[in-house]
């Protein structure tokens, strides 16, 4: 069974920095696409921040400059570093992952349970 999991969120006041990390375990044969989405109450699921298996990365608007993306592929796990973060940024944060498992044909989305995080006074 693969599974991604979550860790770090939690309540951070304005301005300050958070690490997100997700880790992918089980029966793995690859990774291709990593990303981290978050999700606010009312509100559609959007895109954090996403990198390939070669590094490539992309990110949303609201985040540029102040979120950075990252990953292990040894130990296929994912990073978010968020710094001068404001209530906005305030939702739960699910890891995704496009990958392939062991004996499978072909790649499938696979998310993590989520994680929240809170900016606050």
């Known amino acids: 069974q693969v599974q991604l999991v979550e860790s770090g969120g939690g309540l951070v006041q304005p301005g300050g920095s958070l690490r997100l990390s997700c880790a992918a375990s089980?029966?793995?044969?690859?990774?291709?696409?990593m990303a981290w989405y978050r999700q606010a109450p009312g509100k559609q699921r959007e895109l954090v921040a996403s990198i390939t298996s070669g590094g490539s990365t992309k990110y949303g608007d609201s985040v540029k400059g102040r979120f950075t993306i990252s990953r292990d592929n040894a130990k296929n796990t994912l990073l978010l570093r968020m710094s001068s973060l404001k209530p906005e940024d305030t939702a739960v944060y699910y890891c995704y992952a496009w990958m392939r498992v062991t004996g499978a044909t072909m790649t499938t989305n696979y998310w993590g349970q989520g994680t929240q995080v809170t900016v606050s006074s």
């Open positions: 089980g029966s793995i044969f690859s990774i291709d696409t």
